[in-house]
């Protein structure tokens, strides 16, 4: 059974098998935890997803999906990217935020990860409502079938913090 533990702080810091990158679909960078995964892991990283553009992901990783790189300089084996929705009034795309979560917990799966350190996917720049976002992200770590043996939410500040420690209780 998968453990569940909550930690506030900095997911780039953490020391697990894998850490979860809440990407953009073109796999080269951004702001937020995309932006601090690819600055505190370094060239490796980007090298790495410059690879996969040029050969699976030509039209860049689909939103709900995940894919595997090197983790660089991180304290982690690996990064496991996928690309969260954007928050929609008009259209219920919560089925795509759950399918982040099932598809990275998979690719750890293939790659041997027993620990696994996941950040609000979708909750920052993409606006997902906070409370829903982490009902979600437990709710669907909860109903998946895995080998990992620790999902570890990273959450940047109380908010956060308090939003997924409702959940988890």
């Not at 990860?113 to 409502?129: D, E, K, L, Q």
Request: glycine share 10%.
């Amino acid at each position: 059974m998968t453990t569940i533990t909550l930690v506030q702080g900095d997911i780039t810091q953490q020391s697990v098998d894998a850490i979860v990158n809440a990407a953009n679909s073109s796999l080269l960078g951004g702001g937020g935890v995309d932006g601090a995964i690819h600055r505190r892991g370094g060239p490796a990283i980007l090298e790495d997803c410059r690879r996969l553009r040029a050969s699976r992901y030509g039209k860049g990783l689909p939103t709900g999906q995940a894919v595997a790189t090197t983790a660089g300089a991180l304290d982690a084996r690996w990064v496991i990217h996928t690309v969260g929705p954007v928050h929609s009034q008009s259209l219920d795309r919560s089925a795509l935020l759950a399918s982040c979560y099932r598809e990275s917990l998979r690719v750890a799966d293939e790659l041997g990860a027993r620990t696994v350190a996941f950040p609000a996917i979708s909750a920052g720049i993409y606006a997902w409502p906070l409370d829903d976002a982490a009902r979600i992200a437990v709710e669907t770590v909860r109903a998946t079938e895995t080998s990992v043996e620790e999902v570890r939410f990273v959450l940047f500040d109380e908010r956060a913090y308090g939003a997924f420690a409702a959940q988890v209780r």
